[in-house]
Every structure is written in structure tokens, then in C-alpha cells.
């Protein structure tokens, strides 16, 4: 079956660099999303991966292994505003996303 | 993508429509359960016009997908287990970044 597992809480001081991870189990491999979600707000997307390697995009990188299954999303230069939930999905038999639980990150001064 | 209502408390039976509409020309549109601790759950999608398919949890609802833009989710006898936030989101094809409502919080009590 399908199954994303990714770390349920991470703290991080603001100015810094913070990596959340991501593993998942598929049956077939469609690539991998990764979205934003303040509390109390609609989820937004940030990234899709499916080649492996490393895709930057600002502030914000992406990196996809898909024979480890995992893939890491990179936050340089944090600031106040990055406090939120960070949403790893992939698609699965039918091209219907499947989720994690979410990442909530906590940005200290 | 705009959802109605925002809030709404219900009455265990007591049946009630959430409305979605887009207004990107979208193919696909789709509704998800978010419940703490477990992350974005499908319970239907819809590929086109009068195309409707169940996602993972289905059990409970309905819904209808007469015109391109609108995809309304039908609670005909709500119980206190379908208290949740539920969103709306649609994308161009099931492959690309899907864009969510803000939201709609029901509580069946």
C-alpha cells in the first residue's frame, strides 16, 4: 500500500536553515509535491519533483532520491513568516494524492 | 476556488450541501476531509463534466459534478464523526498543482 511518513512537529531559529523529510512507499512513482499550510488556511503549493536531484527555487529547495523514496525540503534564511505546516503528497495508482500527516514548523526569534 | 459557507454547525441528520466553485477552467476537482494528526484525506474527484469517482474516504457523502465549475459535496444525514474541515481544490489535469478553497469548518453536533 501507500504510505508518507514525515517528522509531526520541528522547531528552527529564525535566520537559520531547516531540512524536513519525507519517505513514502508507493506501488508506482508520479512524483512528489510538497505544500505550505499556515493554520487555519488553504494549503499552497510549493515544489514538484520527479527526477532525483536537488531543484531550487529561492529560498525554498526540493530534493528528490526516488530508490531511497525520499525526499527533503530546504529552508534557508527563515523567517517568522515560514511558521507553518509543510505537506509532502504523492500520487498514487490513479494519480490521486496521497498525504502526509504535515510537518508543523515553529520559527523561534 | 471559493467555498460556502465558511462555518457551519449542524444537527446529527440535519442535511446540508458545501459549495465549490473554480473559475480557472479547471478538468479536475476535488474534496478532502483535514482531521489533526491525519493529515489531507480524498473523498470524491471528478475529472470532468459528470465524471465522479470515490477517493479514500467516500462513506457518508455525495456529490455532483453537473457544470465545469462548480463541485458540490452533500452531507444527506451528517454524523458527529464527519466534524471536520473540508477543502476544495481543483487543477488543470490530475498531474499538476491542485488549488484549494479556504476552507469550510462543520461541526455536527
Known amino acids: 500500500g501507500q504510505n508518507i511518513d514525515q517528522p509531526t512537529e520541528m522547531t528552527a531559529t529564525e535566520g537559520a536553515i531547516v531540512q524536513i523529510n519525507c519517505t513514502y512507499q508507493?506501488?508506482?512513482?508520479?512524483?512528489l509535491f510538497w505544500y505550505q499550510q499556515h493554520a487555519g488556511e488553504a494549503p499552497t503549493f510549493l515544489s514538484y519533483?520527479?527526477l532525483d536531484g536537488l531543484e531550487e527555487k529561492g529560498r525554498f529547495s526540493s530534493f528528490l532520491s526516488r530508490s531511497k523514496g525520499y525526499s527533503y525540503l530546504l529552508l534557508k534564511e527563515l523567517q517568522m513568516k515560514d511558521s507553518a505546516s509543510y505537506l509532502c503528497?504523492?500520487?498514487?495508482?490513479?494519480?490521486?494524492?496521497?498525504w502526509g500527516a504535515g510537518t508543523k514548523l515553529i520559527i523561534k526569534p | 476556488v471559493t467555498q460556502t459557507p465558511k462555518f457551519r454547525v449542524l444537527k446529527t441528520g440535519q442535511s446540508m450541501t458545501l459549495l465549490c466553485a473554480q473559475d480557472?477552467?479547471?478538468?479536475?476537482m476535488y474534496w478532502y476531509r483535514q482531521d489533526p494528526g491525519l493529515g489531507l484525506r480524498q473523498i470524491y474527484y471528478?475529472?470532468?463534466?459528470?465524471?465522479?469517482d470515490k477517493g479514500d474516504v467516500p462513506e457518508g457523502y455525495k456529490v455532483s459534478r453537473k457544470e465545469k465549475r462548480n463541485f458540490p459535496l452533500i452531507l444527506e444525514s451528517p454524523s458527529p464523526n464527519q466534524t471536520s474541515l473540508y477543502f476544495c481544490?481543483?487543477?488543470?489535469?490530475?498531474?499538476?498543482?491542485?488549488?484549494f478553497g479556504d476552507g469550510t469548518r462543520l461541526s455536527i453536533l
Open positions: 481544490a481543483s487543477s488543470p489535469t490530475e498531474m499538476q498543482p491542485q488549488h
Open positions: 480557472m477552467n479547471h478538468e479536475y
Open positions: 471528478s475529472m470532468n463534466v459528470e465524471v465522479t
Open positions: 508507493t506501488s508506482g512513482f508520479n512524483g
Open positions: 519533483n520527479v
Open positions: 503528497a504523492v500520487p498514487d495508482s490513479n494519480y490521486q494524492l496521497i
